[in-house]
């Protein structure tokens, strides 16, 4: 028998597959359901943008040639948005393969690299993948404690993450907060902002980084297409970096990471920001309307600057979100961040919103 223990390379012992949010039509088949709603993954209940859904088509038929691995079109648009040059922008296969490829990019055995916890899982994958060592430093309640993060640097820091609005808690950092941070990084550290919700949040008061890009720190700024974009499936993710950081990171990357569909409907979507609005809208409608069910039912709801509401049930969230399930309504319970009690539930459309709301009450009472 082949011993894979020393087959294997020690980093990936220490790396636990990721739990993705439960498809739809694997609930349907298991619990021979009709009607399944998903309201685990974040993603938006109006779909993509008809002009993306255009363009998918549009490229179907060209689907044996090879994508630009330049993304020419795609980050000439991005930069002239953000007011940035094209070799300050960086794609990859979703934010998820920035992510990755940024600490094989700038870790090595050894470093570190500050996150919060608990947040978005893949800060952690990226550094133990790389060799490096995740310093994670717990929510204030559901916020980042940017104060104890910057707390923690030291020599051995490459990177600290800032997930901002936070996965799974839905917390915003604000302008004074990131002001007071980035006064306290010194130089060697890159700070990666994960702004994966960056087109949710209309609080004047957020922390958004790009701001210090433009000022010459050194930042990486993600976003994505995944969220308000609706375009998950086509995995396309992108950062905003200094010309550096995109050089080096275009050795680490393989040339065709962002396939042809994702970048054409990627700007296509781009070129729809009335279906932006449209997104934006019915998710602040979904957020008031389910912050008051959820508060009626007596649960602790917190706070949320994205798509998505972390409530808190008081009870087992494991047996909560199988309660649901039978009800044909996945939702995404937060044990596996060490959250025993709370669920974090996407903000769908309102038809989904209140087949969710009686469901709960159907599982809480
Ligand atoms: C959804 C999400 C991402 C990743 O999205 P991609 O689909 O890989 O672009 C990154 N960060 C956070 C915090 C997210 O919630």
Redesign the pocket.
């Known amino acids: 028998m082949l011993n894979y223990d020393k087959l294997v390379r020690p980093e990936v012992f220490r790396l636990s597959p990721y739990i993705p949010g439960k498809p739809a039509d694997e609930v349907k088949r298991e619990l021979g359901l009709e009607r399944v709603i998903k309201l685990a ?2 993603e938006n209940p109006l779909g993509p943008s008809p002009k993306a859904i255009e363009r998918v088509r549009e490229m179907a038929t060209q689907a044996h040639i090879y994508p630009d691995a330049s993304a020419w079109a795609l980050k000439k648009e991005l930069a002239s948005r953000y007011g940035v040059s094209e070799s300050q922008i960086i794609l ?1 296969n ?4 920035i ?1 990755i490829l940024l600490g094989q990019t700038f870790i090595s055995p050894g470093d570190e690299a500050v996150m919060p916890a608990p ?2 899982p ?1 800060y952690r994958t990226s550094v133990l993948l790389a060799g490096g060592t995740p310093v994670e430093v717990p929510l204030k309640d559901g916020f980042l404690d940017l104060p104890a993060m910057a707390e923690k640097i030291n020599k051995k820091t490459k990177m600290v993450f800032i ?1 901002n609005p ?2 799974p808690t839905g917390a915003m950092v604000s302008r004074t907060e990131v002001e007071d941070f980035m006064n306290k990084i010194p130089e060697g550290v890159l700070v990666v902002a ?1 702004e ?2 960056y087109e949710y949040v209309l609080d004047p008061d957020y922390g958004d980084l790009l701001p210090y890009l433009k000022r010459g720190f050194p930042v990486v700024v ?1 976003h ?4 308000i974009y609706g375009l ?1 499936g086509l ?3 992108y950062g905003l970096v200094p010309e550096e950081v995109q050089a080096f990171f275009n050795r680490v990357r393989l040339s065709f990471n962002v396939n042809a569909i994702g970048q054409a409907a990627a700007l296509a979507a781009l070129s729809d920001q009335e279906h932006v609005e449209r997104s934006r809208r019915v998710n602040e409608e979904g957020k008031t309307y389910l912050q008051a069910e959820f508060r009626k039912m007596g649960l602790k709801v917190y706070r949320t600057w994205g798509n998505f509401i972390m409530v808190d049930t008081g009870r087992d969230c494991q047996v909560v979100f199988q309660k649901l399930l039978r009800e044909g309504v996945i939702v995404r319970p937060t044990s596996a961040w060490g959250l025993m009690t709370c669920l974090r539930i996407t903000i769908g459309s309102q038809a989904e919103n209140e087949i969710l709301v009686s469901a709960l009450r159907n599982v809480l009472t």
């Open positions: 993954s974040n990859g979703g934010s998820d393969e992510l947040s978005f893949v997930c936070n996965n994960d994966a919700y993600l994505t297409f995944s969220k998950a995995r396309v993710g």
